[in-house]
């Protein structure tokens, strides 16, 4: 019998020694995932100032951050916690293994663990969470076969990097600044003790959802540091009593949802791991601008929806408005916000982008301007007259009568005044007296390719989305020359920039002063014309209202001495808003709100118009009059007013 009992005794105690040996000479073990470490890392978005606007990641959120830039005192605290005789071993502490075994005998379950950091990395890297003998065989044997390949300080770099702290926060670096909103060199021992103490349960200790558990929890560490001599008394005492901030931010932190994804439309051909590859994006936007703009947009389509509810409660059109905007500094083309829909969540269609509409009376500032060109003055008289124009389509003959939005005609008509208060009929005449083909072609100088070989082009109905509209109008903003709207500057990873913005020469378009006439005109669209609802104190505007037929659409285009913008209502499915809703009623609000938030979060910026040299000033018609070597007064302010309705 006592035969047997040894031979079973030398088994028991063999056995185990016998699979590791196995496991250890026959598996084979793919440590490279933790040899050459790259994880999956969040790229983060900047505005021009470097604000964050955004976090973009998959599956993890993650940053990354090399051993040299972590605290010693957060390595410390993790240690006293976790491992404290980490630098000791050999990846596999087997005097902490017996001490836990024999606790777990005496009471008859498990109550301890034994595993180093160096276990918990392969484990959570490596291996399933599934309780085997034969794992965590393997575990062991990974963890001892890790520790020859790397440093004490690359695993425990990997360790710091890899692990999962709760709230979606991957890597020690990634719960400073989600937790805490601070960077690892900033925090205070309070909150590293927090940190380090998540590991073992990060939901059960997760600041945000058991505050008083979490700082229970990171006491003890503190406890720990204190009681290896690692700090001293007056310091744990300070730090036990701290209870520091927690911020329960959401992952990504998006701020402007509709430049992140057009960011990520632009990169991901350039750069295929844009949203996984740690990268630092740096933007054009202006998040002050953004949240004003975002702000506007919500203002005005409330206020809009408010006037059709009220007049029409049933109205199925109320769920189909929609708004959008777009501003830039038409000096350089950088996008300073970009709202694309009233709500992301809602609808993630980028109308500023992808949305492709007709500007109406917004269009005609570039007929205006080629008049100007052409030798025409803001003096100049035009025709407002209605007329039907009979032209053949398909083989057919049909007939035009386009009107005056008002309906009402004064025979003739300033340049100015023709524009100030968008009269189509002296807009239609205009080009027929320029002539239709010239007209076009000079269109064409702008880049427009898609322009209709009618009249009907000179009301725009032409289709255009806003961004396309910002790229022309910024010739008028910025003294003839033309800039490409464009997002980001640069996109950097590890401080190394692999990507940077390719800018566009301008294209000169007109000249400072030819535009500056054409800005005074469209200074007056607001001041006495059909944008008086864009008007704000404090700063000077130019711009112009568009309203396509029926109500389709409702523009704003215009800028400031420095920064241009394009607003844009209507409903999505190109149904007709209520006659009521147009370019100055719905759009031009925005475009007011949004230059009254510029103000205020940018009291610095430039607000007057600078007039250029070569423009020169006259009465005419009881008003000051501008006009230069190209656009002179006119030989006489009398002019033969008629009435007289002609028919062609």
Not at 9 to 22: C, E, R
Not at 227 to 233: A, M, V
Not at 437 to 464: C, E, F
Not at 627 to 644: G, L, N, Q
Request: zero cysteines.
């Amino acid at each position: 019998m006592k035969k047997y009992l040894i031979i079973a005794a030398v088994l028991l105690i063999a056995t185990p020694f016998a699979m590791f040996w196995y496991y250890y000479t026959q598996v084979k073990f793919d440590l490279d995932k933790l040899i050459n470490y790259t994880p999956a890392l969040t790229t983060k978005i900047y505005d021009k100032n470097g604000e964050k606007i955004a976090n973009m990641f998959d599956a993890e959120n993650r940053y990354y951050v090399p051993f040299n830039q972590v605290p010693p005192q957060l390595i410390e605290a993790l240690l006293a916690i976790e491992d404290t005789s980490f630098f000791e071993h050999e990846g596999v502490n087997f005097d902490a293994i017996f001490r836990a075994m024999l606790k777990d005998v005496r009471a008859g379950k498990m109550v301890e663990g034994a595993s180093t950091l160096t276990q918990q990395l392969v484990k959570n890297t490596l291996l399933t969470r599934e309780k085997k003998i034969s794992r965590k065989m393997v575990e062991v044997i990974y963890a001892m076969k890790l520790e020859h390949e790397l440093t004490k300080e690359q695993i425990l770099e990997r360790y710091l990097n890899e692990i999962y702290l709760g709230h979606g926060y991957y890597g020690i670096k990634t719960a400073s600044e989600g937790y805490f909103h601070k960077d690892l060199k900033n925090l205070t021992l309070k909150e590293i003790a927090i940190l380090v103490g998540l590991p073992k349960a990060p939901s059960f200790y997760s600041p945000t959802k058991n505050y008083e558990i979490s700082l229970g929890r990171a006491n003890r560490v503190i406890d720990r540091m204190f009681s290896l001599g690692w700090i001293d008394e007056k310091t744990h005492d300070n730090a036990s009593k701290e209870q520091p901030q927690v911020y329960d931010s959401t992952l990504t932190q998006n701020q402007a949802p509709f430049v992140v994804d057009e960011a990520v439309r632009e990169l991901t051909k350039e750069i295929p791991d844009i949203k996984t590859g740690g990268y630092d994006i740096y933007t054009t936007i202006d998040l002050g601008m953004q949240k004003s703009a975002n702000f506007a947009i919500k203002q005005a389509y409330k206020e809009a929806l408010a006037r059709t509810k009220s007049r029409d409660s049933n109205d199925s059109n109320n769920t189909q408005l929609n708004g959008a905007m777009i501003s830039m500094d038409p000096s350089t083309g950088m996008i300073l916000a970009l709202v694309g829909s009233v709500d992301y969540a809602k609808s993630s269609f980028n109308r500023v982008i992808q949305g492709r509409r007709q500007p109406g009376s917004a269009f005609k500032p570039f007929i205006y301007q080629i008049a100007l060109d052409l030798g025409y003055s803001g003096a100049s008289q035009l025709t407002d007259l209605a007329k039907t124009f009979a032209y053949e389509k398909d083989g057919e003959e049909v007939t035009w009568q386009p009107e005056n939005y008002e309906k009402d005609y004064q025979g003739v008509v300033s340049l100015r005044d023709a524009l100030v208060h968008s009269k189509n009929l002296a807009t239609i005449n205009m080009v027929t007296d320029i002539g239709l083909g010239t007209v076009i072609q000079k269109l064409k100088n702008y880049g427009m390719s898609n322009i209709p070989h009618d009249l009907s082009m000179a009301l725009g109905s032409i289709t255009l989305s806003p961004i396309e509209l910002a790229q022309y109008y910024s010739s008028f903003a910025n003294h003839g020359l033309q800039v490409q709207p464009y997002l980001i500057t640069r996109v950097e990873k590890d401080g190394i920039v692999v990507y940077t913005h390719k800018t566009i020469p301008a294209k000169q378009i007109s000249t400072p002063a030819q535009t500056y006439l054409l800005t005074t005109i469209l200074q007056d669209v607001i001041r006495r014309g059909t944008g008086t609802q864009a008007a704000v104190d404090g700063i000077e505007l130019a711009g112009k209202t568009g309203t396509t037929n029926k109500n389709a659409d409702a523009w704003f285009a215009g800028f400031s001495p420095t920064i241009e913008t394009i607003v844009w209502f209507g409903n999505d499915d190109n149904t007709p808003m209520k006659r009521s809703e147009t370019g100055g009623r719905t759009a031009a609000p925005a475009f007011a709100t949004f230059y009254k938030g510029v103000l205020k979060s940018n009291p610095q910026i430039q607000r007057s118009f600078t007039r250029p040299d070569g423009v020169t000033t006259g009465e005419f018609g009881g008003r000051t009059e501008y006009f230069t070597d190209i656009s002179k007064p006119p030989k006489s302010d009398t002019v033969e007013k008629t009435t007289e309705q002609l028919v062609f």
